[in-house]
């Protein structure tokens, strides 16, 4: 059975007050969830847990190349080799800019496990069913 991918990364915030703060996240992956990528954040206070946005790894690649998505996350590539994800409504947002190297590496990885267009070969929908059917 495929592993998880997981690969830390740093990024920045450019539209913030301090936008060449790097800040410390990591992107994951679960072929059991072979449709979406995670993008994480640890948390404000110990105890709590990660802060992870996820969305479609499609989404990641295609972004890489052309603006992509609409509604609450939306990739584009960025100036100077970064990718820029924004995440949020219009009214209250935050861009991240990540080095396009990391997230090309990143989806490499993520292929290698779950190569496009195999995606629904990993799903295991047998124990949502019968949860659903109980």
């Known amino acids: 059975m495929p592993v998880a991918v997981s690969r830390p990364i740093s990024v920045t915030l450019p539209e913030s007050p301090y936008p060449h703060t790097p800040v410390a996240g990591q992107l994951r992956f679960d072929p059991a969830l072979p449709y ?36 609450d996350v939306r990739v584009a590539p ?40 195999t995606e629904s070969a990993h799903l295991d929908l047998d124990p949502g069913l019968a949860r659903l059917l109980a």
């Open 36 to 71: 979406g990528v995670g993008l994480a954040f640890p948390p404000r206070r110990p105890g709590d847990q990660d802060i992870v946005w996820w969305f479609g790894r499609d989404l990641l690649a295609e972004g890489r190349r052309t603006p992509s998505g609409e509604g």
């Open 78 to 117: 960025g100036a100077d080799g970064k990718v820029l994800v924004t995440l949020g409504s219009r009214s209250d947002r935050a861009v991240i800019s990540a080095p396009a190297e990391t997230v090309d590496a990143f989806l490499a990885d993520t292929f290698a496990q779950v190569p496009p267009g």
